[in-house]
């Protein structure tokens, strides 16, 4: 959305944008050895409450790649090693504060998740027996990446 505003010093037209917040989610799973613990998922400090992967907002300057590393370590404790982009993420109403754009990494981690910044628990859950709620669009991701591991889609399928 576009919007036109005069410059107050030189009355020149300067035209503001209002663009999507970028976020990152990871989808972390826990292994030990090449055996798989289940997902990390973190329960929420802050409205909308619930379940959710960890994430947040993508600092200025910073990569979404950095930004992921460094949500998982806030939220999670965990150092993780990002496998794959699964996909972007941007429907207008994902996320019932405003709206986001977000970029999913798949990623592997080892030890166990201590919640820390925004969440209040990080635990390690089986992808098909998930908490209620899940906030956001999250529970439609896990399905993704499930069908993704499957080889059942594309790591960075179209999301209309």
């Known amino acids: 959305m576009k919007q036109s505003l005069t410059c107050p010093q030189c009355g020149g037209r300067v035209e503001k944008y209002r663009n999507p917040f970028p976020t990152v989610d990871i989808i972390i799973e826990i292994s030990e050895g090449r055996k798989s613990k289940g997902i990390v998922l973190i329960e929420r400090q802050n409205p909308p409450h619930g379940w959710a992967l960890p994430g947040g907002f993508v600092d200025y ?87 993704w591991k499957r080889g059942e889609r594309s790591a960075a399928p179209c999301q209309e």
Do not use: N, W
């Not at 496998?83 to 990494?105: A, E, I, Q």
């Not at 990080?122 to 899940?134: H, M, T």
């Open 61 to 147: 300057a910073e990569s979404t790649e950095t930004a992921a590393r460094r949500e998982a370590l806030e939220e999670t404790g965990l150092s993780v090693e990002l496998k794959s982009l699964l996909g972007v993420y941007s429907r207008p109403d994902r996320d019932p504060r405003f709206h986001t754009l977000t970029t999913v990494y798949a990623a592997r981690a080892q030890g166990s998740p201590k919640a820390g910044s925004d969440a209040d628990k990080a635990r390690v859950f089986d992808p098909k027996d998930l908490p209620e709620p899940i906030c956001f669009d999250h529970a439609q991701i896990i399905e993704h990446y499930l069908a």
